[in-house]
């Protein structure tokens, strides 16, 4: 068997595709922070809560009105985003011009109330949503015979799901960088972000314009939710056990930097899956042992403004 | 007598608990180019942002165009044609000159188009891929005016213009004013700098402690100029 820095290449593999399977997620659920964090200031601690939310939205128009995979990826994220803005609108807003810390609580405090609110109605033990029969089975992949000198070698299964869950994750966070970055909607966004007085004062509704971007950033988490649906049972606590190492990223890329979250996801993603095979212990901490270096070596993040 | 453009009257403004302007009354006529003209702190400054809504805590009275602008937010206010060069410039970090100059949406018909921006400011046609904030004081100055005249606003508030640059600059911008008047625009100008404002302008409103305490005409100037030095401590 070929052996990769003295692991066999399949174990290695598996890993590495785990590691960027969850950096999708990461890339997807820390960009939506981001965003919201660029634009709003707001910590928004109820961005995992609105992950799980998505997962469940997806779960009950299967169950409920028997609405499968592929429209719920467009529908949940939707609905969320529409809850999103209301949240924005009713509950955030008036905040505004309150510390920052008042929208950090406030958001905190969502968090628990939408999770204990899915906690009583379904437990925690999780509900199975299914992978859409397009996307079944896998590829068994195989190592090239230039590499090798000989037959091809077995490299690695890859689920198509799985493969699809890192398709989508790219095609998701290109798009949102283009949009941010290269249009004039998020031209404004970005200058709102650094003046709203004066983008205001241009004739912007630079309220509708925060409302729109914090749905915007929860569509995304709601985005996540779905796509996890199939690879993780939907569980209430979803959300609360990937969102700590969400915030880590996001700081590691620079806090509010679009491009450093979604290459930090990535990254810090398949960092954690490699530390799995050489290390497994240190696979749960590795994200925020490089945190610490990082904010030791660059504090404003690999990304962020006066790095 | 023309109904002025801009009428402002028994105009308050806080920030805080901070009482700043304490009944400002005055107006600007269409075509008229005015000044308002103090020391430090005077509230000239506030005037402004409080004319375009960007100070919240307000009362009294702004008319523009005949329609009461003090309790309306800014973004409301600046869709009745009135736009803001800010003391700062404030021009975006994250955006490149291209991007700054066409950000602000345009409210109306009748304003400049990109080419008819770049005639007045060829510069910023070359440094167009810039950052924003890597163009020199001058060149920022004139991109933060030359953003506000593509959007159709027909009153113009520029905020301290020639603050902090050189005398060509100053002498360029104090060109492109007199070209705006010429094609126009009605200016609301805020000057410490007292030699340029009356190359520029028709009257001038001298502000004291939130207040307007003189009016002076542009030609009355030689009289007046043991009061002027008087009121600008210069």
């Avoid at chain 1, 996001?250 to 509010?256: D, P, S, Y």
Wanted: glycine content about 12%; some cysteine; proline content about 5%.
């Amino acid at each position: 068997m070929i052996e990769f820095l003295g692991v066999p290449l399949p174990l290695f593999m598996g890993q590495l595709l785990i590691g960027l399977i969850n950096g999708s997620f990461y890339a997807v659920l820390s960009l939506g922070l981001a965003l919201i964090f660029g634009l709003l200031n707001i910590v928004n601690f109820a961005h995992g809560a609105l992950y799980m939310v998505g997962a469940f939205v997806a779960y009950l128009l299967l169950q409920f009105i028997g609405i499968g995979y592929w429209p719920a990826l467009i529908l949940a994220p939707v609905i969320v985003a529409g809850l999103g803005m209301l949240i924005e609108r009713f509950l955030l807003r008036p905040l505004h011009d309150l510390d920052h810390l008042y929208g950090l609580l406030l958001t905190f405090g969502l968090a628990l109330v939408l999770e204990g609110t899915f906690r009583h109605f379904y437990g925690v033990s999780g509900m199975p949503y299914s992978i859409p029969d397009s996307l079944a089975g896998a590829q068994r992949l195989m190592v090239p015979t230039w590499l090798t000198g000989e037959d091809p070698v077995f490299m690695m299964a890859l689920p198509n799901y799985r493969a699809w869950v890192i398709v989508a994750s790219l095609i998701v966070c290109t798009a949102t960088w283009i949009l941010i970055e290269r249009t004039k909607l998020g031209a404004l966004m970005r200058a709102a972000t650094e003046k709203p007085d004066l983008v205001r004062a241009f004739g912007v509704n630079v309220p509708a314009l925060i409302t729109l971007t914090y749905g915007l950033g929860v569509g995304l988490a709601a985005f996540a939710g779905v796509l996890a649906a199939p690879i993780y049972s939907v569980n209430p606590i979803m959300g609360s056990n990937i969102i700590i190492v969400v915030f880590a990223i996001v700081v590691i890329g620079g806090l509010g930097s679009i491009g450093g979250a979604i290459v930090s996801g990535f990254l810090l993603g398949v960092i954690e899956g490699i530390t799995k095979v050489f290390y497994p212990e240190a696979s749960n901490v590795v994200i925020f042992v490089v945190m610490a270096i990082v904010l030791i070596v660059r504090p404003a993040g690999l990304f962020g403004k006066g790095a | 007598m023309t109904e002025p453009l801009l009428k402002v009257a028994g105009l308050n403004a806080w920030y805080g608990e901070s009482h700043i302007l304490h009944g400002m009354d005055f107006e600007v006529r269409p075509g008229e180019v005015v000044t308002l003209i103090g020391r430090n702190g005077a509230g000239k400054t506030t005037t402004l942002r409080a004319i375009m809504g960007m100070v919240k805590n307000r009362t009294g009275s702004v008319l523009l165009g005949g329609t009461e602008t003090v309790k309306m937010p800014a973004e409301r206010v600046a869709r009745l044609g009135i736009a803001i060069c800010p003391e700062e410039r404030g021009i975006f970090s994250s955006l490149n000159v291209t991007e700054n100059l066409t950000l602000p949406p345009v409210i109306a018909e009748g304003g400049m188009s990109l080419e008819e921006v770049y005639s007045l400011f060829p510069i910023l046609k070359e440094r167009g891929k810039s950052q924003g904030t890597k163009l020199s004081g001058g060149e920022q100055q004139m991109l933060a005016i030359a953003r506000i005249l593509r959007t159709g606003a027909k009153l113009l508030m520029l905020d301290e213009p020639t603050e902090g640059l050189a005398p060509v600059i100053v002498e360029q911008i104090g060109k492109t004013i007199q070209e705006l008047r010429k094609r126009d625009f009605t200016i609301l100008l805020v000057e410490q700098n007292f030699r340029f404002a009356s190359s520029v302008a028709d009257r001038h409103y001298v502000v004291e402690h939130g207040n307007v305490i003189d009016e002076i005409a542009n030609e009355a100037i030689d009289q007046n100029r043991e009061k002027l030095t008087q009121y600008l401590g210069v």
